[in-house]
């Protein structure tokens, strides 16, 4: 799918073009997969262990476990560069960006409420707003060819939550 994806719009790729392209049958396909969405989204499970191995780390200074999930994701970019510039740049598309958006917020979600006194819809808000502006910063890093290195980009990000966050009102 990666491969299809770095020259195909996402919802151009058929299940016949994947089975070609790894040398199975549709009736292989099938026994594992309900559909491209399903295949699609199942490569993602490394990306979801990783974050909550992340969250669920030593917590940093300040107890949040959100600068290792950055982290965690732009590692996770900067090994499968192939795919993430194929999703930030147009032909992973939308369903791409929704999963790992999804993703981050969960993993930050839940390890906002087992590390701060919020209410659950507090938790929830604060994840899918880091969650977005996160996807914002990596097609923005992804798109950028004077890009500034992973471990300067997970700076900036998480340095612009810290302004952002600086205080409960």
């Not at 993703?103 to 977005?132: C, D, K, W």
Request: glycine share 6%; aromatic share 8%.
């Amino acid at each position: 799918m990666i491969e299809l994806l770095e020259h195909t719009d996402y919802q151009d790729i058929t299940v016949q073009a994947i089975c070609d392209a790894a040398d199975v049958g549709r009736s292989a396909f099938y026994q594992h997969f309900t559909s491209k969405d399903d295949l699609f989204r199942s490569g993602f499970d490394r990306l979801r262990r990783d974050l909550d191995a992340a969250a669920y780390a030593a917590p940093e200074e300040n107890g949040s476990a959100a600068p290792k999930v950055i982290e965690a994701l732009f590692v996770h970019a900067e090994k499968h560069a192939g795919l993430y510039r194929s999703v930030t740049t147009g032909h992973g598309g939308f369903i791409a960006l929704r999963i790992i958006e999804g993703t981050i917020a969960q993993t930050l979600g839940t390890a906002l409420l087992a590390e701060a006194a919020i209410p659950p819809a507090e938790a929830e808000v604060r994840a899918l707003m880091y969650a977005s502006a996160t996807m914002a910063a990596l097609r923005w890093w992804f798109q950028n060819h004077n890009r500034p290195e992973r471990d300067e980009m997970v700076r900036l990000v998480h340095s612009a939550f810290a302004v952002g966050n600086s205080g409960r009102h």
